[in-house]
């Protein structure tokens, strides 16, 4: 069964820093792309930051330059590292993992962690 746990949010001011966590289980880490999805109140979904099984990241517009994802693969686990942080920041955080089955694609997903950027 796939786990992920995430972990590390909070309320924090502009201009900030957090730290989130997300640590898998039930399947061959290496093996799949990881994701950081967010969604801020009253929104959708919206992925921002991916690492792929080989290693490239690939953010979206609004956090480049001021997110970093990194993985530790003897840990399973898959951090997101959020800098210079915006009240647009401000939203529900999961970590997420897809494969395709027979049925096709499956998302994964964790509860996720609340982040607050708010003065």
């Known amino acids: 069964e796939v786990q992920l746990v995430e972990s590390g949010g909070g309320l924090v001011q502009p201009g900030g820093s957090l730290r989130l966590s997300c640590v898998a289980s039930?399947?061959?880490?290496?093996?799949?792309?990881m994701i950081w999805v967010r969604q801020a109140p009253g929104g959708e979904r919206e992925s921002v930051a991916r690492i792929r099984s080989d290693g490239l990241v690939i953010y979206s517009s609004p956090v480049k330059g001021r997110f970093a994802i990194s993985k530790d693969s003897a840990k399973n686990a898959v951090s997101l590292q959020m800098n210079s942080l915006k009240t647009e920041d401000t939203g529900v955080y999961f970590c997420n993992v897809q494969d395709v089955g027979p049925s096709g694609l499956n998302n994964y997903w964790g509860l996720g962690t609340q982040v607050t950027v708010s003065s």
């Open positions: 039930g399947f061959t880490f290496g093996d799949y792309d």
